[in-house]
């Protein structure tokens, strides 16, 4: 099982991205998926979430407002929107999976994890 993110890049501060997480080999509709981050010499980061049993998203408190994470079923994508990026937002984001029905940004909790994807904040 794989997960794959994408849609990452350099951006100015104020802009936005959205970063996709494609899985393969399995079908995201039987999972709750979470988003992370990990900045340089920081530790990982819990950014938002995405529950299996009724589709209800979290978000970090720090970042409510400014990033918002969906699912498109039909797509066996999730998303994770980034919206007023700031320079501090620089960091690897990645996806990850677990099977229990409600999310929650905790990493010890999720099993399947794809390479990441940089984000860059900057002018």
């Known amino acids: 099982l794989q997960l794959v993110e994408s849609g990452g890049g350099l951006v100015q501060p104020g802009g936005s991205l959205r970063l996709s997480c494609e899985p393969s080999g399995f079908n995201v509709d039987y999972y709750s998926m979470g988003w992370f981050r990990q900045a340089p010499g920081k530790d990982r980061e819990g950014v938002a979430c995405i529950s299996l049993y009724d589709n209800r998203s979290k978000i970090a408190e720090s970042l409510k407002g400014r990033f918002t994470v969906t699912r498109n079923r039909g797509a066996n994508t999730v998303y994770l929107q980034l919206s007023s990026l700031k320079p501090e937002d620089t960091a690897i984001y990645f996806c990850?999976?677990?099977?229990?029905?409600?999310?929650?940004?905790?990493?010890?909790?999720?099993?399947?994890w794809g390479q990441g994807t940089q984000v860059t904040v900057s002018l």
């Open positions: 990850a999976s677990h099977s229990t029905p409600w999310c929650d940004i905790v990493a010890e909790k999720y099993d399947y």
